[in-house]
């Protein structure tokens, strides 16, 4: 399984991105996408993941703010990100998993390529 992140990049505090991830390759039985983050001298963590029937989980800190989306068909999964903050700032990582969601980085067996998001203040 491939994903191919895209999206990232710099916005002032306040505005909004759009991530998205496509997944390609084996994809049959990836049941669970999401989105991590991973700020300077911070452990990697959850930002939201949906299963594909819609189940959503969301970090705290995004919760009212982001909302994470997927287009079963195209194999994609959406991160709108809106109200940015600049403690928002980190590499973000799409991933996939078999099964149920979870919340641990190592439960997911597939990750994509970073991409970098810098909210300005």
């Known amino acids: 399984v491939q994903l191919q992140a895209s999206g990232g990049g710099l916005v002032q505090s306040g505005g909004s991105l759009r991530l998205s991830c496509a997944a390609s390759?084996?994809?049959?039985?990836?049941?669970?996408m999401g989105w991590y983050r991973q700020a300077p001298d911070k452990q990697r963590e959850l930002v939201a993941s949906v299963t594909s029937g819609g189940l959503t989980n969301y970090a705290d800190s995004v919760k009212g703010r982001f909302t994470i989306s997927r287009h079963n068909a195209k194999n994609t999964v959406y991160l709108q990100m809106n109200s940015l903050k600049p403690e928002d700032t980190a590499v973000y990582y799409c991933?996939?998993?078999?099964?149920?969601?979870?919340?641990?980085?190592?439960?997911?067996?597939?990750w994509g390529q970073g991409t970098q998001v810098t909210v300005s203040s």
């Open positions: 390759g084996e994809i049959f039985g990836i049941s669970v």
């Open positions: 991933a996939a998993r078999q099964g149920t969601i979870r919340v641990v980085p190592t439960d997911y067996s597939y």
